[in-house]
């Protein structure tokens, strides 16, 4: 459940009322006349079931409530009312596998920023996993998958493809690349460091690693576990399920595959380095391409369910 706070203009406020009101996934219905000052306006407050937010947030906006007022919501982490039962009883679908676009969108847009902190993590998961490629441990390999954070902007990219958002996706195939060049290029350095002072050696990287050689050698097994790891990431974010996330980021191959790109390149083993960027590009596409199938599919079903409801309400 969301807990919504709309300032509406006066001359809106009836309407947002009233659009409220007859929405059976609304409760705790409270308005304060006047309350608002910036913007000046009503308060109004109430809970929405998640299966009704998108539906209400998109009519709050087409009536302008967004432009000439405010609209916020806040996750509701408990509620105890016998109202709140019968509005989720009330709304078509389910809580657990509603989406809020706006939501979903202001969520993955955050994560654009190509700010210091995105910078660093992926630098340090990168040089992780080309030390953990080096000495053929799968436990640094899963340690740096877990750092990563190209996942956020890898589903920024798969929302605004949706919703046709062009600056999003500008702003995530930079923050994609710069980041995933300025992680390999701090790799080679790290590696060349750490050959200098006798820590790593080429020889490590040209022996048997029987655990960790999947990541330089794609085939079709890479698509697979890219697509799986792409649904799984989209409906942990879509559903808030964040747990899942944790296991999508385990289970595929992009910062090790970059990593491995640049300890191979800084040893000169090129044939090494075109494999490991290989299976960085079919990760990469293949997690954009099922996310975004994943959002459509979502999108699809809940269009279903609210031409269901009209017929109802209408018949």
């Known amino acids: 459940m969301l807990h919504l706070r709309v300032i509406a203009p006066v001359d809106l406020s009836t309407e947002v009322v009233d659009l409220l009101s007859a929405e059976a996934g609304v409760t705790h219905l409270a308005v304060l006349p006047g309350a608002a000052r910036q913007p000046p306006g009503d308060l109004i407050l109430c809970d929405v079931v998640r299966e009704s937010a998108d539906r209400v947030l998109r009519e709050l906006r087409r009536i302008g409530v967004d432009t000439s007022g405010g609209i916020a919501a806040d996750d509701v982490e408990l509620t105890i009312s016998d109202a709140a039962d019968r509005a989720a009883e009330d709304a078509p679908g389910s809580g657990a596998d509603a989406v809020v676009w706006d939501e979903i969108a202001a969520k993955t847009g955050e994560q654009t920023e190509l700010s210091g902190t995105y910078l660093v993590l992926i630098v340090v998961a990168t040089m992780i996993a080309g030390i953990g490629v080096l000495l053929d441990q799968p436990i640094l390999i899963v340690g740096a998958m ?17 919703r046709r958002q062009l600056g999003v996706i500008g702003r995530s195939v930079q923050a994609l690349v710069v980041g995933f060049l300025a992680a390999m290029v701090a790799t080679v350095l790290s590696t060349w460091a750490l050959t200098a002072v006798g820590l790593v050696s080429r020889e490590m990287l040209l022996a048997e690693r029987p655990l960790t050689d999947f990541i330089w050698r794609p085939d079709a097994l890479s698509w697979v576990v890219g697509l799986l790891a792409g649904v799984a990431g989209m409906l942990s974010l879509t559903s808030k399920k964040s747990g899942s996330l944790v296991g999508v980021l385990i289970s595929v191959t992009t910062v090790p595959a970059a990593a491995n790109v640049a300890v191979a390149a800084a040893y000169g083993a090129w044939d090494e380095a075109g494999g490991s960027a290989l299976q960085l590009v079919i990760n990469l596409a293949a997690i954009v391409l099922a996310g975004l199938l994943t959002l459509v599919v979502q999108q699809v079903w809940w269009w279903g369910l609210a031409r269901r409801r009209r017929r109802l309400a209408t018949g």
């Open 146 to 162: 877990v750092v990563g954070p190209e996942f956020g902007p890898l589903a920024a990219l798969c929302v605004a493809l949706l």
